[in-house]
């Protein structure tokens, strides 16, 4: 149960793709290709990120795990570029079952169905993403922005069509590739670890306006490992930003802490 509970959350939570190649872009006939040095920037253009303090949402999902299936509802909070906390109650008990914080330094879950806990370097999510997922890519992921960071690369290829990018890269160790739409928003966010054999793909949809910020409301997560298959359909029906935020994860010290 409690390998379960860690597989959905760190699956909700973390956006990677499988296989051992480098992941390539197929492109309509009128699109035009152009392989760009990431020390000019020339990619920057492209990029319509969320420019915000903190996001806290609330998520309706449904989530099958192998044969099973869950719904659930999500929070996530974030505060920008120190903390990530996600907590996650199953629907048919009304309680909840999992809380987690993530910051640049750690990763902490809670297991409240069981009394269990856990404390981890960052790089514990190294094992389902590969060395090139920092705090600062994991939050954009979660808030479907494009990482900057992994733009900072020695080649980038860039594949534009009416209504269509394609951004193709490696940093890292991982291979990135991003889809935008004709708003420059990420529709589809792949990550591949290399020489992985871990797979996730990451959809967006429902663009909508949030108090000036445009927000894909529908999301689509699969995760693949070797082990265990996740896919997560998650609808957001509450979105704040640049709001005041509380985090609270303080562990009962009858908790077990395991390894």
Request: proline share 3%; with cysteine; glycine share 4%.
């Amino acid at each position: 149960m409690w390998n379960k509970i860690l597989t959905i959350t760190l699956g909700l939570a973390i956006l990677t793709s499988c296989g051992t190649r480098k992941q390539t872009a197929k492109l309509p006939s009128d699109t035009a290709v152009n392989t760009v040095n990431s020390s000019d920037k020339n990619a920057d253009y492209l990029i319509n990120n969320l420019d915000y303090h903190s996001f806290s949402g609330r998520a309706k999902a449904r989530v099958e795990l192998g044969d099973e299936n869950q719904d659930v509802t999500m929070h996530v909070r974030i505060q920008r570029n120190k903390a990530i906390w996600i907590s996650v109650t199953a629907t048919f008990l009304n309680v909840e079952g999992v809380r987690v914080l993530i910051t640049p330094d750690s990763v902490k879950i809670m297991n409240k169905l069981q009394g269990e806990y856990i404390a981890k370097p960052f790089n514990y999510i190294h094992r389902y993403t590969g060395a090139g997922v920092t705090f600062g890519v994991l939050q954009d992921l979660l808030i479907a922005n494009v990482s900057s960071d992994l733009l900072r690369t020695d080649k980038l290829t860039v594949a534009q069509a009416t209504e269509d990018v394609q951004i193709v890269g490696v940093r890292d160790d991982v291979s990135f590739q991003y889809s935008l739409n004709n708003k420059y928003r990420p529709k589809v966010i792949r990550l591949t670890p290399v020489g992985s054999s871990n797979s996730l793909e990451a959809y967006y949809s429902s663009f909508n306006d949030v108090t000036g910020y445009n927000f894909p409301q529908n999301q689509n997560i699969k995760l693949n490992t070797s082990n265990i298959n996740v896919t997560a359909v998650l609808n957001y029906n509450k979105i704040d930003f640049n709001q005041e935020l509380e985090m609270p994860f303080t562990v009962p010290a009858k908790y077990k802490v395991l390894d």
